[in-house]
């Protein structure tokens, strides 16, 4: 776990909060949806791929959405999304296992599931499509990679930075996330994902996260070298239909 630089308070307690958390007692056996074939198949349809994610709250936003979960999800599907990602964290972004899992049993869409996995047992709480692995914070990521797909998941490594991008490709990620929000300082910068994308291989399939809330944002995401974008806010503030399509179809 790399956390060489200071952390914002909100992303410390959660880590705290990861740490404490519970894992599942047998290890799951998952049959996932394809993510790279979900891409593919946008990209045919002539759609931007896009993981819409159902996110109540997070601590960079204000307030809460209390929508039925199933029901936005089912509209963010009819509006394109290639892909959903569901957050689990329940403290801090007001998500649970069990929101996923309705999700998923609603929807033929790859399913992600989000959240702070810091250890292998947490693997285990919820079945899901994809799992969220973030690079700074995991002590063992090849390890945790090797379990994830042991059991069927297809692992999204997340990053931030060049150093980071080159510890996940070493420990085998083939899905890498380049968020665009420094956890430092929760500050976000697209050109985050323009400086390490460069140095990505060209069969590692990249999905650009965090800040795209425009159509230019989409468009240099994509120029950039983005295969997917995920997007949370800017869909979740509004009608999520209208607001998937507007993403999806540029």
Known sequence: MNTSDALAPAVEAILRSARER?????????????FPEAVA??????????IAEVKPTSPTTEGVREDEPVELAREMVAGGAAALSVLTEPEH???????????????????????????EDQLDVVESDLVLLIARFVDDLAGLI????????????EVHTREELEEALAAGAEIVGI???????????????ESVAKEAP???????ESGISSEEDVRRMRTAGADAL????AIMDGDVRENTEEFTTQ
């Open 22 to 34: 519970e894992g599942g007692h047998e290890p799951l056996a998952v049959e996932a949806r394809s």
């Open 41 to 50: 198949a946008a990209e045919r349809e002539g759609r931007v791929p896009v």
């Open 93 to 119: 972004f007001g998500g649970s296992p069990e929101t996923l899992e309705r999700v998923r049993e609603a929807v033929d869409v790859p399913v992600l599931r989000k959240d702070f996995l810091l250890r």
């Open 146 to 157: 090797e379990a994830a797909r042991e059991r069927g998941f297809q692992p999204l490594v």
């Open 179 to 193: 968020n665009n929000r420094d956890l430092a300082r929760l500050e976000v910068d697209l050109a985050t994902f």
């Open 202 to 208: 060209e069969d590692v399939l990249l999905v650009a």
């Open 230 to 233: 995920l997007i949370g806010t």
